[in-house]
Each structure stands twice: as C-alpha cells, then as structure tokens.
Nanobody, 124 residues
Framework: QVQLVESGGGSVQPGGSLRLLCEASGPIYMINRWGWYRQTPGKQRELVAVAGSGGTTNYVDSVKGRFTISRDDAKNTVTLQMNSLEPEDTAVYYC??????????????????WGQGTQVTVSS
C-alpha cells in the first residue's frame, strides 16, 4: 500500500520558519495532486496549499506570500516551506496525495492517501 510519512513540525516563535516534508512510499504509479491541510481542535480540516501535476500551485489566502509548496516527482515527496509564521498557523498539518497506484500487472487504481499529521505550534 502507499503510505505517507510527515516530518518537520515543531514549536517556533512568531516570525519564525519551519519546513514540513512528506514522503510517499509504496507502488506509486502517478501523483496527480499533493496537498497540505491543517486542523485545529473543534474545526474542520482546512486546505492550505496544493500542487498539481502541471506545476500549478494554489494557497489559501491567509498563507499567500508566506508558505511555499514544492513537489519532487523523482523522490515522491512534497515540502511546505512556512515563513513568517503566526500564532494563527498553529495546527496539526496533514499531507495528502491523490493519484494512482500499481495494483497488478498493467493495472492501476485511484488512491487518496493521508499522512499521520505533524504538530506545528507558533507561540512566544
């Protein structure tokens, strides 16, 4: 099965930076879209940034100009560079992969996979 492992979370003061990394493993055939989401207690999971297969990227308004999503298709990884962090960025961050996996000889199937989440805390 395809699995995602996230790393890079932690605690930082306002104005600081963190870099999140998400690594995919398993029989991946194609990654259509990578996404980073975040969630705080009592709230719905929010899409933060997305990177499509054509190099397109999109961000929620609150992080534009501060966060950068980058995908490395050779390594099946995605990163989220977070600069100028604010207390409002505190959340558990999840990576998400939408694509295809190899399910048998000349066979593929759709997948929509989530990482386990990594805590980001911004506080003075």
């Amino acid at each position: 099965q395809v699995q995602l492992v996230e790393s890079g979370g932690g605690s930082v003061q306002p104005g600081g930076s963190l870099r999140l990394l998400c690594e995919a493993s398993g029989p991946i055939y194609m990654i259509n879209r990578w996404g980073w989401y975040r969630q705080t207690p009592g709230k719905q999971r929010e899409l933060v940034a997305v990177a499509g297969s054509g190099g397109t990227t999109n961000y929620v308004d609150s992080v534009k100009g501060r966060f950068t999503i980058s995908r490395d298709d050779a390594k099946n990884t995605v990163t989220l560079q977070m600069n100028s962090l604010e207390p409002e960025d505190t959340a558990v961050y999840y990576c998400n992969l939408v694509g295809w996996m190899i399910s048998g000889p000349n066979r593929q199937r759709n997948i929509d996979v989530w990482g386990q989440g990594t805590q980001v805390t911004v506080s003075s």
